[in-house]
């Protein structure tokens, strides 16, 4: 499996941004997908996940209310609308996918919130 993120960028706060990642490969294996960031100095963290079957989704509190994680099957791909950004939101965005048997990463988006 290949994930490869795109949509990060540098936006005010109150801004959006919508994150996509784009999975190829052995796609049928998936069972869960996510995304994780990582602040500079701090440990990554998870952001929101969501099944492949079913669509169900966990978010972390902090992001509760401003952000949607959803995914296109047809077009292998998993998004993160992202709205009222703040600048604590700044990181490495990372996708992530589950199989059975291991976990994959993209290679990271940065996104950027100014005051």
């Known amino acids: 499996v290949q994930l490869v993120e795109s949509g990060g960028g540098l936006v005010q706060a109150g801004g959006s941004l919508r994150l996509s990642c784009a999975a190829s490969g052995s796609t049928f294996s998936i069972n869960v997908m996510g995304w994780y960031r990582q602040a500079p100095g701090k440990q990554r963290e998870l952001v929101a996940t969501?099944?492949?079957?079913?669509?169900?989704?966990n978010y972390a509190d902090s992001v509760k209310g401003r952000f949607t994680i959803s995914r296109d099957n047809a077009k292998n791909t998993m998004y993160l609308q992202m709205n009222s950004l703040k600048p604590e939101d700044t990181a490495v965005y990372y996708c992530n996918a589950w199989t059975i048997a291991t976990g994959y990463w993209g290679q990271g988006t940065q996104v950027t919130v100014s005051t």
């Open positions: 969501i099944t492949s079957r079913g669509g169900r989704t």
